[in-house]
């Protein structure tokens, strides 16, 4: 059939898509707004998502220079703003270390069997 051929996938606008989504996280990260901070992640890690799906289905086709420059650029963002969530993690843990300073810091899950939040009562 003719008519169901699979349209061909656009690099460049992906790229810019992605683009897109990293500068409104960098906003967001900027802003401090936790809920904005959460909902451009989101965006951010469903267009990823959605990219990565059709580079794959279109595996086929060569990517320019400029493209790969654009993709290690992107990459290098991501990497920038997982740097930045890590530094302002930590940043929250000394400061609750210094609030609290017999409490436990570290960000563990909360215990998930009887037992577990039964010891857990008791620490």
Do not use: K, N, W
């Amino acid at each position: 059939m003719a008519g169901s051929a699979v349209p061909a996938f656009d690099t460049s606008a992906c790229l810019a898509e992605v683009d897109a989504h990293l500068s409104a996280l960098d906003e967001a990260l900027a802003s401090g707004d936790a809920d904005r901070i959460d909902g451009q992640a989101q965006r951010l890690q469903q267009c990823l998502a959605g990219s990565l799906a059709a580079l794959r289905h279109g595996e086929g086709s060569a990517l320019s220079p400029e493209l790969v420059q654009r993709l290690m650029l992107a990459r290098t963002r991501c990497m920038q703003q997982q740097q930045a969530v890590h530094r302002a993690t930590a940043s929250f843990g000394r400061t609750l270390g210094m609030l609290f300073p017999g409490e436990s810091t570290s960000f563990a899950p909360p215990a998930t069997t009887a037992t577990a939040r039964a010891l857990q009562a008791y620490r």
